[in-house]
């Protein structure tokens, strides 16, 4: 069965630090991976996608960016952190042509002092 | 452009009692539709979805809904509503092209005792 792994699962850094949040998918290859961020009380922004390894479109402009280094591994990245960086973080999966299911990771709560 | 719109921010019902989440959606095609829950601090859990066919959906923990195309509509529901219910229901469209979905803002549910 498919598994999807993030860490860490709750960071606290400072304005100005350096960002990397890895997610990891088991059982399935060439999967389709997505980024997204989740605001305190609001819905989920997708910020990148990926379906293949170095293919990365990016949704909106930030302050971020994504890696996918290898067929299972999606990184998300920044190198200065902004407190309007702060939120959860979700990964997820999908099978391609599977009809658009995803499937969640567990988050990354990421707090900016 | 694809949207889905969960005209209710916040539900409360009564432990026992019946449950009904709304979700809009706008899409020119028959569109891929998804009913995510999310307990707090988790990531997102597929309840149910539709594709194509019978336009009444079974999902787990005894949910279901009903694809309506008259109405754009795609509404959750189940029929005796438990403590362990309460949690954020958000409610996708998908176009099974590139697998990228589109998210509600959600609906979060409370449940009284």
């Known amino acids: 069965s498919q598994t999807i792994h993030q860490w860490p699962a709750t960071l606290v850094q400072p304005v100005g630090s350096p960002l990397s949040l890895e997610c990891t998918v088991e059982?399935?290859?060439?999967?389709?991976l997505y980024w997204y961020r989740q605001a305190a009380g609001r819905g989920l922004q997708l910020l990148f996608y990926?379906?293949?390894?170095?293919?990365i479109s990016s949704e909106v402009p930030q302050n971020l960016s994504a890696s996918r280094p290898q067929d299972r591994q999606f990184i998300l990245s920044s190198k200065k952190l902004l407190l309007s960086d702060s939120g959860f973080y979700l990964c997820?999966?999908?099978?391609?042509?599977?009809?658009?299911?995803?499937?969640f990771g567990p988050g990354t709560r990421l707090t900016v002092l | 452009a694809q949207s889905v719109t969960q005209p209710d921010i916040h539900i409360t019902v009564s432990e026992g009692a019946s449950l009904e989440l709304r979700c809009n959606y706008s899409?020119?095609?028959?569109?891929?539709l998804f009913w995510y829950v999310q307990s707090p601090g988790q990531g997102l859990q597929l309840l149910l979805k539709?594709?194509?066919?019978?336009?009444l959906v079974q999902g787990i923990k005894g949910f279901e809904a009903e694809f309506k195309r008259s109405q754009s509509s795609f509404n959750l529901r189940k029929p005796s509503v438990h403590w362990s219910d309460a949690a954020e229901y958000f409610c996708?469209?998908?176009?099974?092209?590139?697998?990228?979905?589109?998210f509600g803002q959600g609906t979060e549910l409370s449940v009284k005792p």
């Open positions: 899409y020119g095609a028959t569109p891929y």
């Open positions: 996708a469209v998908g176009d099974n092209q590139g697998g990228k979905l589109i």
């Open positions: 990926s379906v293949g390894i170095g293919q």
């Open positions: 997820a999966w999908s099978v391609k042509a599977g009809g658009d299911t995803q499937y």
């Open positions: 059982g399935t290859s060439n999967p389709n």
């Open positions: 539709y594709f194509s066919g019978d336009t």
